[in-house]
């Protein structure tokens, strides 16, 4: 297997990569204690035309692949867990769907303001009672003359007070169970009875806005359904494949940025007349550090090729999601533990990437969901 990067991609991640360190590393720990979704850095990211990275050219996108728009989330990841999340939100679940199940009418008027990065979008889809169990969804779109009345509420939404446009699923057939579930194009800045009702204080991430919206009595021409009627759950699940491997490379980007903190920190802090990279349980714990990290790039690479060469993907991308985003939760915690006091600090970036790695075991799936769905594809 040849797991050099094609030139090309080296050059994106490269290009993407002097951006962060320039850009967004220095106002990273800012846009978290300001809880402040930094909107000047996605336009630079436009400007960078990789808003629309996997995203062919016709539609304003870069025409690159899955691993090259993993590249760049790594790299945001790297140095802002936040700008990495509304990024990946953006691509994976509000414009890859567009493009792959959308009409021409749509891609044009929906998919190229979202890949020209014009603006960034929203995926709604779990709400208040449903948890892992998101296809259990009160919210419904009920026909009306030659369009639909959409209602309900949608829970955890990322960039949805950002947002020019959001994916909304939602019930069409009650009783057809999976079979009755759609998708809907709102758009959050001209369709009368869309609200932002909550945008949540987190943890971590705050710089990435997580909202709850209520619907009430949306009203939706026909050409709003991206599809068909009842086509909803098999584009989600076709729409997770992909945004797994984008969760698996944030927790990529934000292991490597927790271990690049540990391991300049123990090379030149000294304790008892040594850099206490010397000590063995600091080395041991750096080296496990870097192990973990690779382990995860390598599996979520390994998902990208795949996805890119057309192949079923499931298996592969729930274990890069499942693998990586335990190892950067890991990673995280042993850069804290290696800076000790420091770690706990705002002055110092461990702390950032810890609070921000927990979520990575929790969104697009918990863990225990990418349990679930590895043992259905090992047939368990």
């Not at 693998?323 to 800076?339: F, M, P, T």
């Amino acid at each position: 297997m040849d797991l050099r990067l094609p030139d090309e991609h080296r050059m994106i991640r490269d290009t993407v990569r002097d951006f962060c360190e320039e850009e967004i590393e220095p106002i990273a720990q800012e846009i978290e204690d300001e809880h402040r979704y930094p909107e000047e850095v996605f336009d630079q990211l436009a400007g960078l035309d990789v808003m629309g990275v996997p995203i062919a050219e016709d539609y304003g996108g870069l025409g690159g692949d899955q691993l090259m728009y993993a590249l760049v989330t790594e790299e945001l990841g790297r140095v802002s867990g936040s700008v990495g999340l509304s990024y990946a939100a953006h691509v994976s679940l509000a414009s890859k769907p567009i493009e792959l199940f959308g009409t021409e009418e749509q891609k044009e008027r929906w998919l190229k303001p979202l890949a020209e990065g014009e603006y960034v979008g929203g995926w709604a889809l779990t709400e208040p009672e449903s948890g892992s169990d998101a296809s259990n969804m009160s919210t419904t779109a009920e026909r009306e003359g030659d369009g639909y009345v959409l209602n309900g509420t949608k829970q955890f939404i990322t960039n949805a007070s950002e947002a020019g446009s959001i994916l909304v699923k939602a019930v069409t057939e009650p009783e057809a169970g999976y079979d009755g579930i759609s998708t809907f194009i709102v758009d959050p800045r001209e369709d009368d009875g869309f609200e932002v009702t909550t945008i949540w204080e987190k943890m971590g991430l705050n710089a990435s806005p997580t909202c709850e919206i209520r619907f009430d009595d949306v009203h939706l021409p026909e050409e709003r359904l991206l599809g068909n009627e009842g086509e909803g759950w098999e584009q989600t699940k076709k729409t997770l494949d992909g945004g797994r491997i984008s969760i698996a490379a944030l927790s990529v980007g934000l292991a490597q940025g927790a271990y690049e903190a540990a391991h300049e920190y123990s090379t030149e802090r000294e304790q008892f007349g040594q850099p206490i990279s010397g000590f063995d349980a600091v080395r041991d714990m750096v080296v496990g550090m870097h192990r973990k990290t690779e382990r995860a790039r390598l599996l979520t690479h390994d998902a990208a090729t795949t996805y890119d060469r057309g192949e079923e993907v499931t298996r592969k991308s729930a274990l890069a999601k499942l693998d990586a985003s335990e190892a950067c939760r890991e990673v995280a915690e042993d850069a804290v533990q290696v800076l000790g006091g420091y770690g706990y600090t705002t002055d110092f970036a461990p702390q950032r990437f810890y609070r921000d790695a927990k979520l990575m075991e929790i969104g697009e799936g918990t863990s225990e969901i990418q349990h679930l769905v590895i043992g259905r594809e090992i047939g368990l």
